[in-house]
């Protein structure tokens, strides 16, 4: 008999949750593939090591953008490769699988999710939306009759919603996350600094002396570039007190889609989410003193949630328990109502 699997399909990483077992994979969604053969060499993490280092003929790729797929062979061969890790030959016992995705994913996207998962392997596949997969990851009981408010930041998109009574009351998902942040801290290199930094080289950045808020002690790291007025190799010293100017649109861009949202709510839940505050989950929910920041701007408490980059995949992964009342491929937990998580 196939397993059932949860699949968080981000576009930084891939997190794969087998029912009774929790998180068997956590890897880079990261491609390395031979141009001349059209083989796969390495997926995951030694694929991501070859990111910006590998010779002509191989080129080490993304398949996923903004949260949905732009590469779909690449994405196809990607999943069932995990599968394939994560419960054996899918073609001899074919698990169920629920892939979570971003809630303003198009009809075309979905189909092009479903397409490549059961072209995988996959028996049956379902859809989750994102901040619902988030909500129930990070412990809230989405299904009593009170507002909740969830803020996912992964690499590709960051996805905002309020839930209650089980579904999604209002959402609204831009694509504006850790990706963006990287290129943010790219731009003001170059631009004050006059050094051009590699994607992986900035994410280090990010991780290390990354913040939207002030920290108590600045922190400084050096990082390698190549120097556009000389040319050459250059080390220039990065304080995390310039982070903040670095992230100032993007994070902007965040904070004015959380208010977005907060508009659009009911009245009725208002009140919910100023007494059980708003959880950010997602990698990108790191980044040091964000949720000071969305607190600020929004006057509401805001926590980072426990474990909060593998809150989609254990939140997929529980939904596994309701998957005999989600219809296959569907995609709106909210026309669902389910019973309870």
């Given at each position: 008999?196939?397993?059932?699997?949860?699949?968080?399909?981000?576009?930084?990483?891939?997190?794969?949750?087998?029912?009774?077992?929790?998180?068997?994979?956590?890897?880079?969604?990261?491609?390395?593939?031979?141009?001349?053969?059209?083989?796969?060499?390495?997926?995951?993490?030694?694929?991501?090591?070859?990111?910006?280092?590998?010779?002509?003929?191989?080129?080490?790729?993304?398949?996923?953008?903004?949260?949905?797929?732009?590469?779909?062979?690449?994405?196809?061969?990607?999943?069932?490769?995990?599968?394939?890790?994560?419960?054996?030959?899918?073609?001899?016992?074919?698990?169920?699988?629920?892939?979570?995705?971003?809630?303003?994913?198009?009809?075309?996207?979905?189909?092009?999710?479903?397409?490549?998962?059961?072209?995988?392997?996959?028996?049956?596949?379902?859809?989750?939306?994102?901040?619902?997969?988030?909500?129930i990851g990070a412990g809230?009981?989405?299904?009593?009759?009170?507002?909740?408010?969830?803020?996912d930041i992964g690499g590709?998109?960051?996805?905002?919603?309020?839930?209650?009574?089980?579904?999604?009351?209002?959402?609204?998902?831009?694509?504006?996350?850790?990706?963006?942040?990287?290129?943010?801290?790219?731009?003001?290199?170059?631009?004050?600094?006059?050094?051009?930094?590699?994607?992986?080289?900035?994410?280090?950045?990010?991780?290390?002396?990354?913040?939207?808020?002030?920290?108590?002690?600045?922190?400084?790291?050096?990082?390698?570039?190549?120097?556009?007025?000389?040319?050459?190799?250059?080390?220039?010293?990065?304080?995390?007190?310039?982070?903040?100017?670095?992230?100032?649109?993007?994070?902007?861009?965040?904070?004015?889609?959380?208010?977005?949202?907060?508009?659009?709510?009911?009245?009725?839940?208002?009140?919910?989410?100023?007494?059980?505050?708003?959880?950010?989950?997602?990698?990108?929910?790191?980044?040091?003193?964000?949720?000071?920041?969305?607190?600020?701007?929004?006057?509401?408490?805001?926590?980072?949630?426990?474990?909060?980059?593998?809150?989609?995949?254990?939140?997929?992964?529980?939904?596994?328990?309701?998957?005999?009342?989600?219809?296959?491929?569907?995609?709106?937990?909210?026309?669902?109502?389910?019973?309870?998580?």
């Amino acid at each position: 008999m196939g397993k059932d699997i949860g699949i968080d399909l981000g576009t930084a990483t891939v997190l794969v949750y087998v029912k009774g077992k929790g998180i068997v994979l956590k890897e880079p969604s990261v491609v390395a593939i031979d141009k001349n053969t059209d083989k796969i060499l390495k997926v995951g993490r030694e694929a991501q090591q070859m990111l910006g280092r590998t010779p002509g003929n191989i080129t080490a790729i993304r398949p996923l953008r903004d949260g949905v797929i732009s590469q779909y062979e690449i994405t196809l061969r990607m999943i069932q490769y995990f599968i394939k890790r994560a419960c054996g030959n899918p073609f001899l016992f074919k698990p169920r699988v629920i892939i979570c995705v971003p809630s303003g994913i198009t009809e075309v996207e979905e189909r092009a999710v479903v397409d490549a998962a059961t072209q995988a392997g996959a028996k049956r596949t379902y859809l989750i939306e994102e901040p619902v997969a988030a909500a129930i990851g990070a412990g809230i009981d989405i299904s009593r009759p009170e507002g909740h408010m969830v803020v996912d930041i992964g690499g590709g998109t960051t996805d905002i919603a309020v839930t209650s009574l089980g579904g999604v009351v209002v959402s609204e998902s831009i694509k504006v996350a850790g990706d963006k942040f990287d290129e943010a801290i790219i731009r003001y290199v170059r631009r004050k600094h006059k050094v051009l930094i590699g994607e992986r080289t900035a994410e280090e950045i990010k991780i290390k002396v990354g913040s939207a808020w002030p920290h108590d002690e600045p922190k400084v790291i050096e990082v390698k570039g190549r120097c556009l007025i000389q040319g050459l190799p250059r080390v220039v010293r990065i304080s995390s007190t310039e982070i903040p100017d670095a992230l100032e649109e993007p994070l902007t861009a965040i904070a004015e889609a959380v208010c977005s949202v907060i508009e659009r709510t009911p009245p009725e839940l208002i009140g919910d989410i100023l007494y059980n505050g708003i959880v950010m989950t997602g990698g990108g929910s790191l980044l040091h003193g964000l949720d000071k920041l969305i607190a600020g701007v929004t006057g509401i408490k805001t926590m980072v949630a426990d474990k909060a980059v593998s809150c989609v995949a254990v939140g997929t992964g529980k939904s596994l328990d309701h998957i005999s009342v989600i219809p296959e491929g569907a995609i709106n937990l909210s026309r669902q109502r389910l019973s309870r998580y």
